[in-house]
Protein backbone atom coordinates (compact mmCIF):
# COMPACT_ATOMS: atom_id res chain seq x y z
CA UNK A 1 0.00 0.00 0.00
CA UNK A 2 2.87 2.63 1.17
CA UNK A 3 3.85 2.03 -3.01
CA UNK A 4 0.57 2.75 -4.04
CA UNK A 5 0.29 6.25 -2.28
CA UNK A 6 3.47 7.47 -3.11
CA UNK A 7 3.03 6.97 -6.82
CA UNK A 8 1.15 9.85 -7.91
CA UNK A 9 4.42 11.80 -6.41
CA UNK A 10 6.64 10.19 -9.34
CA UNK A 11 7.30 12.49 -12.14
CA UNK A 12 4.95 10.94 -14.82
CA UNK A 13 6.33 9.89 -17.91
CA UNK A 14 4.08 9.50 -21.57
CA UNK A 15 5.90 6.46 -23.60
CA UNK A 16 9.13 6.75 -21.54
CA UNK A 17 9.21 10.67 -22.21
CA UNK A 18 9.13 13.01 -19.14
CA UNK A 19 5.65 14.75 -19.32
CA UNK A 20 6.37 16.79 -16.42
CA UNK A 21 7.90 19.29 -19.40
CA UNK A 22 4.24 20.19 -20.27
CA UNK A 23 2.91 19.79 -17.13
CA UNK A 24 4.94 22.96 -15.67
CA UNK A 25 4.53 24.80 -18.54
CA UNK A 26 0.85 24.67 -18.24
CA UNK A 27 -0.06 27.21 -15.51
CA UNK A 28 1.49 30.01 -17.78
CA UNK A 29 -1.00 29.20 -20.66
CA UNK A 30 -4.23 30.16 -18.24
CA UNK A 31 -2.52 33.82 -18.17
CA UNK A 32 -4.20 36.10 -20.41
CA UNK A 33 -2.66 39.06 -21.68
CA UNK A 34 -4.09 41.43 -24.22
CA UNK A 35 -3.65 44.70 -25.48
CA UNK A 36 -7.42 46.47 -25.29
CA UNK A 37 -8.23 48.73 -22.71
CA UNK A 38 -11.35 46.65 -21.79
CA UNK A 39 -11.16 42.86 -21.70
CA UNK A 40 -13.62 39.98 -21.44
CA UNK A 41 -14.31 39.12 -17.47
CA UNK A 42 -11.53 36.55 -17.37
CA UNK A 43 -8.52 38.76 -18.47
CA UNK A 44 -10.37 41.77 -16.14
CA UNK A 45 -10.47 39.17 -13.20
CA UNK A 46 -6.97 38.38 -13.37
CA UNK A 47 -5.30 42.00 -13.93
CA UNK A 48 -7.48 42.98 -10.69
CA UNK A 49 -5.64 40.14 -8.64
CA UNK A 50 -2.18 40.89 -9.76
CA UNK A 51 -2.79 44.73 -8.97
CA UNK A 52 -4.04 43.69 -5.94
CA UNK A 53 -1.61 41.33 -4.58
CA UNK A 54 1.08 43.60 -5.74
CA UNK A 55 -0.27 46.07 -3.87
CA UNK A 56 -0.48 43.95 -0.81
CA UNK A 57 3.05 42.97 -1.08
CA UNK A 58 5.25 45.98 -2.30
CA UNK A 59 3.95 48.43 -0.66
CA UNK A 60 6.06 48.12 2.56
CA UNK A 61 9.43 47.76 0.63
CA UNK A 62 11.67 50.74 -0.47
CA UNK A 63 12.71 51.62 -3.96
CA UNK A 64 15.62 49.15 -3.94
CA UNK A 65 13.33 46.21 -2.58
CA UNK A 66 10.29 47.00 -5.34
CA UNK A 67 12.91 46.45 -8.36
CA UNK A 68 11.96 42.56 -6.99
CA UNK A 69 8.45 43.10 -7.36
CA UNK A 70 8.35 41.31 -10.94
CA UNK A 71 10.12 38.43 -9.79
CA UNK A 72 7.88 38.27 -6.43
CA UNK A 73 4.25 38.58 -8.65
CA UNK A 74 5.94 35.51 -10.79
CA UNK A 75 6.66 33.63 -8.19
CA UNK A 76 2.86 33.98 -6.25
CA UNK A 77 1.16 33.20 -9.40
CA UNK A 78 3.12 30.54 -9.86
CA UNK A 79 3.42 28.96 -7.10
CA UNK A 80 -0.65 29.59 -6.15
CA UNK A 81 -1.51 28.30 -10.34
CA UNK A 82 0.52 24.91 -9.74
CA UNK A 83 -0.98 24.16 -6.11
CA UNK A 84 -4.30 24.80 -7.12
CA UNK A 85 -4.48 22.82 -10.62
CA UNK A 86 -2.77 19.72 -8.24
CA UNK A 87 -5.86 19.57 -6.45
CA UNK A 88 -7.82 17.83 -9.67
CA UNK A 89 -8.03 14.05 -10.15
CA UNK A 90 -5.48 12.65 -11.22
CA UNK A 91 -3.51 15.55 -11.96
CA UNK A 92 0.37 16.18 -10.91
CA UNK A 93 1.98 19.01 -8.74
CA UNK A 94 5.25 19.85 -9.54
CA UNK A 95 5.34 21.65 -6.52
CA UNK A 96 5.48 18.39 -4.73
CA UNK A 97 8.95 17.57 -6.08
CA UNK A 98 11.44 18.46 -3.60
CA UNK A 99 13.70 19.58 -6.46
CA UNK A 100 11.53 22.36 -8.13
CA UNK A 101 11.30 24.00 -4.71
CA UNK A 102 15.17 23.59 -3.88
CA UNK A 103 15.57 25.70 -7.17
CA UNK A 104 13.11 28.17 -6.56
CA UNK A 105 14.20 28.53 -2.91
CA UNK A 106 18.08 28.83 -3.16
CA UNK A 107 18.88 31.38 -5.38
CA UNK A 108 16.02 33.91 -4.59
CA UNK A 109 17.31 33.49 -0.95
CA UNK A 110 21.01 33.55 -1.76
CA UNK A 111 19.97 36.64 -4.24
CA UNK A 112 18.36 38.35 -1.07
CA UNK A 113 21.86 37.36 0.66
CA UNK A 114 24.16 38.78 -1.50
CA UNK A 115 22.23 41.58 -1.90
CA UNK A 116 22.19 42.47 1.32
CA UNK A 117 26.18 41.62 2.16
CA UNK A 118 26.88 43.81 -0.79
CA UNK A 119 25.12 46.92 -0.50
CA UNK A 120 24.40 47.26 3.62
CA UNK A 121 27.21 45.19 4.56
CA UNK A 122 27.45 46.26 8.11
CA UNK A 123 23.81 45.86 8.48
CA UNK A 124 23.14 42.84 7.11
CA UNK A 125 26.08 41.53 9.40
CA UNK A 126 24.81 42.73 12.13
CA UNK A 127 21.64 40.70 12.12
CA UNK A 128 23.71 37.96 13.11
CA UNK A 129 23.61 39.17 16.46
CA UNK A 130 20.29 40.40 18.47
CA UNK A 131 20.17 43.20 20.92
CA UNK A 132 21.57 43.20 24.31
CA UNK A 133 22.94 40.19 24.36
CA UNK A 134 25.33 39.23 27.15
CA UNK A 135 28.95 39.66 26.03
CA UNK A 136 29.88 35.58 26.86
CA UNK A 137 26.89 34.45 25.27
CA UNK A 138 28.13 36.55 22.17
CA UNK A 139 30.19 33.84 20.20
CA UNK A 140 27.22 31.36 20.88
CA UNK A 141 25.05 33.70 19.40
CA UNK A 142 26.55 34.35 16.08
CA UNK A 143 27.07 30.90 15.32
CA UNK A 144 23.49 30.10 16.12
CA UNK A 145 22.28 32.96 14.01
CA UNK A 146 24.71 32.11 11.16
CA UNK A 147 22.86 28.73 11.42
CA UNK A 148 19.43 30.14 11.40
CA UNK A 149 19.98 31.84 8.55
CA UNK A 150 21.82 28.86 6.55
CA UNK A 151 18.56 26.61 6.87
CA UNK A 152 16.01 29.42 5.64
CA UNK A 153 16.71 28.23 1.93
CA UNK A 154 15.98 24.76 2.85
CA UNK A 155 13.16 25.53 5.28
CA UNK A 156 11.36 27.68 2.61
CA UNK A 157 11.87 24.29 0.27
CA UNK A 158 10.68 21.56 2.48
CA UNK A 159 7.80 23.70 3.90
CA UNK A 160 6.09 24.18 0.61
CA UNK A 161 6.96 20.29 -0.28
CA UNK A 162 5.89 18.96 2.89
CA UNK A 163 2.48 20.56 2.91
CA UNK A 164 0.97 20.30 -0.40
CA UNK A 165 2.30 16.70 -0.16
CA UNK A 166 0.76 16.06 2.85
CA UNK A 167 -2.90 17.19 1.92
CA UNK A 168 -2.54 15.47 -1.44
CA UNK A 169 -2.12 12.18 1.06
CA UNK A 170 -4.53 12.83 3.33
CA UNK A 171 -6.96 13.57 0.68
CA UNK A 172 -6.20 9.77 -1.04
CA UNK A 173 -6.22 7.96 1.86
CA UNK A 174 -9.66 9.27 2.97
CA UNK A 175 -10.82 9.02 -0.79
CA UNK A 176 -9.30 5.30 -0.80
CA UNK A 177 -11.00 4.34 2.78
CA UNK A 178 -14.38 5.76 1.37
CA UNK A 179 -14.06 3.33 -1.50
CA UNK A 180 -13.64 0.72 0.61
CA UNK A 181 -16.44 1.49 3.22
CA UNK A 182 -19.39 2.27 0.86
CA UNK A 183 -19.51 -1.36 -0.03
CA UNK A 184 -19.58 -2.32 3.83
CA UNK A 185 -21.30 0.43 5.72
CA UNK A 186 -22.88 2.61 3.98
CA UNK A 187 -23.57 5.53 6.70
CA UNK A 188 -19.94 5.80 7.47
CA UNK A 189 -19.44 6.71 3.60
CA UNK A 190 -21.52 9.90 3.92
CA UNK A 191 -19.73 11.16 7.14
CA UNK A 192 -16.72 10.59 5.20
CA UNK A 193 -17.47 12.25 2.15
CA UNK A 194 -18.25 15.10 4.07
CA UNK A 195 -14.78 14.84 5.54
CA UNK A 196 -13.10 14.64 1.98
CA UNK A 197 -15.64 17.69 1.32
CA UNK A 198 -14.27 19.75 3.98
CA UNK A 199 -10.54 18.79 3.19
CA UNK A 200 -10.60 19.56 0.00
CA UNK A 201 -11.86 23.15 1.05
CA UNK A 202 -8.65 23.11 3.32
CA UNK A 203 -6.42 22.24 0.06
CA UNK A 204 -7.83 25.02 -1.61
CA UNK A 205 -7.04 27.92 1.11
CA UNK A 206 -3.19 25.71 1.76
CA UNK A 207 -2.29 25.57 -1.91
CA UNK A 208 -3.12 29.67 -1.78
CA UNK A 209 -1.94 30.27 1.56
CA UNK A 210 1.66 28.08 0.95
CA UNK A 211 2.16 30.10 -2.17
CA UNK A 212 1.89 33.57 -0.05
CA UNK A 213 3.84 32.27 2.64
CA UNK A 214 6.77 31.14 -0.05
CA UNK A 215 6.65 34.57 -1.21
CA UNK A 216 6.04 36.79 1.57
CA UNK A 217 9.17 35.13 2.96
CA UNK A 218 11.13 35.77 0.58
CA UNK A 219 9.94 39.29 0.41
CA UNK A 220 10.60 39.42 4.39
CA UNK A 221 14.03 38.39 3.52
CA UNK A 222 14.11 40.84 0.83
CA UNK A 223 13.03 44.02 3.27
CA UNK A 224 15.97 43.14 5.57
CA UNK A 225 18.63 42.43 3.06
CA UNK A 226 17.77 46.36 1.31
CA UNK B 1 9.49 8.12 -1.37
CA UNK B 2 9.60 9.27 -5.44
CA UNK B 3 10.64 12.80 -4.69
CA UNK B 4 14.22 11.50 -4.25
CA UNK B 5 14.77 10.14 -7.38
CA UNK B 6 17.38 12.74 -8.52
CA UNK B 7 17.14 11.16 -11.96
CA UNK B 8 14.18 13.64 -12.77
CA UNK B 9 15.53 16.52 -11.33
CA UNK B 10 17.84 17.67 -13.74
CA UNK B 11 14.36 17.69 -16.11
CA UNK B 12 11.99 19.59 -13.23
CA UNK B 13 14.43 21.70 -12.67
CA UNK B 14 15.37 23.01 -16.20
CA UNK B 15 11.86 23.29 -16.91
CA UNK B 16 11.46 25.48 -14.01
CA UNK B 17 13.64 27.93 -14.27
CA UNK B 18 12.74 29.18 -18.15
CA UNK B 19 8.92 29.04 -16.63
CA UNK B 20 9.27 30.66 -13.62
CA UNK B 21 11.82 32.96 -14.71
CA UNK B 22 11.28 33.87 -18.48
CA UNK B 23 7.39 33.11 -19.00
CA UNK B 24 5.91 34.03 -16.49
CA UNK B 25 7.11 37.13 -16.07
CA UNK B 26 7.21 37.97 -19.99
CA UNK B 27 3.43 37.19 -19.23
CA UNK B 28 3.27 39.84 -16.41
CA UNK B 29 5.05 42.51 -18.18
CA UNK B 30 2.64 42.10 -21.36
CA UNK B 31 -0.66 42.98 -18.86
CA UNK B 32 -1.01 46.06 -19.71
CA UNK B 33 -3.09 48.04 -16.62
CA UNK B 34 -4.78 51.02 -18.15
CA UNK B 35 -6.17 53.44 -16.09
CA UNK B 36 -10.01 54.08 -16.03
CA UNK B 37 -10.76 57.14 -18.45
CA UNK B 38 -11.48 59.83 -17.57
CA UNK B 39 -9.57 60.45 -14.25
CA UNK B 40 -7.83 63.52 -15.19
CA UNK B 41 -9.42 66.74 -13.46
CA UNK B 42 -11.22 67.35 -16.70
CA UNK B 43 -12.06 71.36 -15.58
CA UNK B 44 -8.58 72.36 -15.71
CA UNK B 45 -10.04 74.88 -18.59
CA UNK B 46 -13.01 76.39 -16.32
CA UNK B 47 -11.81 79.97 -15.96
CA UNK B 48 -14.30 82.69 -14.23
CA UNK B 49 -14.93 83.80 -17.49
CA UNK B 50 -18.03 85.59 -16.60
CA UNK B 51 -17.17 88.53 -18.90
CA UNK B 52 -14.91 88.50 -21.83
CA UNK B 53 -11.47 91.45 -21.41
CA UNK B 54 -13.85 93.04 -24.61
CA UNK B 55 -17.11 93.63 -22.51
CA UNK B 56 -15.40 94.81 -19.40
CA UNK B 57 -16.08 98.63 -20.68
CA UNK B 58 -20.13 97.86 -20.63
CA UNK B 59 -19.73 95.42 -17.43
CA UNK B 60 -17.56 97.21 -15.32
CA UNK B 61 -18.46 100.84 -15.93
CA UNK B 62 -16.47 101.79 -13.01
CA UNK B 63 -13.21 100.28 -14.58
CA UNK B 64 -12.99 103.44 -17.04
CA UNK B 65 -11.00 106.17 -16.20
CA UNK B 66 -13.14 108.58 -14.95
CA UNK B 67 -14.59 111.67 -17.19
Keep these: MNENLFTSFSAPTILNQPATIPIILFPTLLILTSKHPTNNRLATIQQNLTQFTLKQMMTTHNAKGQTWS??????????????????LPYSFTPTTQLSMNLAMAIPLWAG???????????????????????????????????????????????RLTANITAGHLLMHLIGSAMLTLSTTNFSMTLLTSMLLALLTILEIAVALIQAYVFTLLISLYLYNNT | MPQLDTSTWFTTIMTMLPTLYLIMQLKLLNTNHYQPPLTKNSNLQFHNTHWQPKWTKTCLPLSQPQQ
Design chain 1, 70 to 87: LMLMSLITFIAMTNLLGL
Design chain 1, 112 to 158: TVVLGLRFKTKNSLAHLLPQGTPTPLIPMLVVIETISLLIQPMALAV
